[in-house]
């Protein structure tokens, strides 16, 4: 195996554990929020249904959180086997950053063993939402970290370069870098709001099944609004991701929009096709582009044309922005006329149709996530570090890669198939309606 093949099948081995990991992790870092949003309902309304969204809510992440660990595991794996370049050149600067993000993690996995293990020795639930409050903390900050090291590599900066060596490593000063606030921000609503979506899509398949039970329709309708409040959050953290990329990554946004040419008054391109340097059959919003990477109508923004032709990202990672914006979008707006159509009592809400458009927000949300996370990491190439070290000076140089590729996409079709089997499982041989009986029973049994 050549040079180029082992940075392909790098890059190929690297993509397919970020895609797959993003899925788990994503989930990993909304669905504790659901939890604790539900069960403080619960206890504000006293109405145990909410409780009950909780504890089955609990019962499925523990699950996700298991599969988590082991693609992250693989992921710190083939930082060190498949980029050994760059773990040489930076490793001293992002381990910090790893270091806090595992410590995130076990600081999560403490307190979510000792919330699930302590269900029914509490009498008073506010005591035990405590619990929960370490959970979603550690679960988000999981996530900034290991983020904030992805915002790095897009703006390096805490060091000084002697002799191909980073020296003068100041750590806080590198994770602090001009990309970290709009990357930590987006990432963390954009996975409150999917966890939301997927949530919300499992209880309308569930009342689309057949199974009108109220616990459902609350769960829809806390879901929802959840994840209308936080697709509106991450639009306007995305105007801020624009203007980032304009003062910081200019290549990239002129990459995501065909902005072939420098200019004023730039419109903002949504689908389309490339042919012979021109962009056809696009929508083109008028004046948008400017606005987005400056604030202002009419604002030059740099074009294609201001780059060399081997630092310019590839152009396809346009219909990765036109995906993650389309679905964002419809996302919104579907959460909104529900919300909208609750309050004033419209019954397309409840519709079997609309309840179905519901169901495919679940999935289309995770299309998002991975439409958005290769955006982020192909648009940055060349480079594997921007500006300092290129992605094929960063690979390893081993001829074994194919083979790792072969194993390790194995690993996850058995940890994804598995998931899903476990999941079904647990929730079919334990019916929302039957928990309810038995608890009812139980309350009655106790007065008794």
Same mark, same amino acid.
């Given at each position: 195996?050549?040079?180029?093949?082992?940075?392909?099948?790098? #890059?190929?081995?690297?993509?397919?554990?970020?895609?797959?990991?993003?899925?788990?992790?994503?989930?990993?870092?909304?669905?504790?929020?659901?939890? =604790?949003?539900a069960q403080w309902v619960g206890i504000k309304k006293n109405d145990d249904h909410y409780i009950l969204l909780a504890r089955r809510w609990a019962r499925g992440f523990i699950i996700t959180v298991a599969v988590g660990v082991v693609t992250g595991t693989a992921i710190g794996l083939q930082l060190s086997l498949l980029w050994p370049n760059f773990m040489e050149l930076a490793g001293n600067v992002i381990a910090l950053p790893l270091f806090m993000e595992t410590f995130a993690f076990f600081f999560e996995a403490i307190f979510l063993g000792i919330y699930l293990y302590t269900w029914d020795r509490f009498e008073n639930q506010k005591k035990h939402f405590l619990l929960l409050i370490p959970v979603a903390i550690g679960a988000s900050f999981s996530a900034v970290f290991i983020t904030i090291v992805n915002a790095f590599m897009n703006a390096p900066r805490g060091f000084d370069i002697v002799n191909g060596e980073f020296v003068n490593v100041n750590p806080l000063l590198a994770m602090f870098n001009p990309a970290m606030p709009t990357k930590v921000a987006h990432v963390v609503a954009t996975s409150y709001m999917t966890a939301a979506f997927v949530?919300?899509?499992?209880?309308?398949?569930?009342?689309?099944?057949?199974?009108?039970?109220?616990?459902?329709?609350?769960? $829809?309708? $806390?879901? =929802?609004? !959840?994840?209308?409040?936080?697709a509106i959050v991450s639009a306007i953290i995305g105007d801020f991701s624009g203007k980032y990329l304009a003062e910081y990554q200019p290549?990239?946004?002129?990459?995501?929009?065909?902005? $072939?040419?420098?200019?004023?008054?730039?419109?903002?391109?949504?689908?389309?096709?490339?042919?012979?340097?021109?962009?056809?059959?696009?929508?083109?919003?008028?004046? +948008?582009?400017?606005?987005?990477?400056? &604030?202002?109508?009419?604002?030059?923004?740099? /074009?294609?044309?201001?780059?060399?032709? @081997?630092?310019?990202?590839?152009?396809?990672?346009?219909?990765?922005?036109?995906? =993650?914006?389309?679905?964002?979008?419809?996302?919104? $707006?579907?959460? &909104?006329?529900?919300?909208?159509?609750?309050?004033?009592g419209w019954k397309m809400v409840s519709a079997k149709w609309f309840r179905w458009l519901i169901v495919l927000g679940g999935p289309l949300s995770i299309?998002?996530?991975?439409? /958005?996370?290769?955006? +982020?990491?192909? /648009?940055?190439?060349?480079?594997?570090? #921007?500006?300092?070290?290129?992605?094929? @000076?960063?690979?390893?140089?081993?001829?074994?890669?194919?083979?790792?590729?072969?194993?390790?996409?194995?690993?996850?079709? !058995?940890? /994804?198939?598995?998931?899903?089997?476990?999941?079904?499982? =647990?929730? #079919?041989?334990?019916? !929302?309606?039957?928990?309810?009986?038995?608890? @009812?029973?139980?309350? &009655?049994?106790d007065v008794l």
């Open positions: 195996m050549g040079n180029e093949e082992a940075v392909f099948f790098s #890059r190929i081995l690297t993509e397919t554990t970020l895609s797959f990991h993003i899925i788990y992790a994503t989930i990993g870092v909304g669905v504790p929020l659901m939890i =604790m949003i949530l919300a899509a499992i209880a309308a398949f569930r009342l689309l099944k057949g199974s009108n039970h109220e616990y459902h329709k609350k769960a $829809l309708y $806390l879901t =929802m609004k !959840v994840g209308l409040v936080f290549e990239k946004l002129a990459a995501a929009e065909w902005h $072939l040419e420098t200019s004023e008054n730039a419109p903002l391109i949504m689908y389309g096709i490339l042919k012979d340097g021109e962009v056809k059959y696009a929508i083109k919003i008028p004046y +948008a582009l400017s606005f987005l990477a400056h &604030g202002s109508f009419t604002q030059e923004v740099a /074009g294609l044309d201001q780059f060399p032709e @081997d630092e310019v990202p590839p152009l396809y990672i346009h219909y990765l922005f036109d995906i =993650m914006v389309s679905i964002g979008i419809w996302m919104t $707006l579907l959460a &909104g006329v529900f919300w909208l159509g609750v309050q004033r299309v998002a996530i991975e439409a /958005g996370w290769w955006l +982020a990491e192909v /648009g940055r190439q060349p480079w594997i570090l #921007r500006g300092v070290m290129r992605t094929e @000076d960063a690979a390893t140089t081993s001829g074994h890669v194919d083979s790792m590729l072969v194993l390790f996409c194995l690993l996850y079709l !058995v940890l /994804g198939v598995g998931s899903v089997v476990v999941l079904r499982r =647990m929730f #079919r041989n334990n019916p !929302v309606e039957r928990e309810i009986e038995d608890r @009812d029973t139980e309350k &009655g049994g």
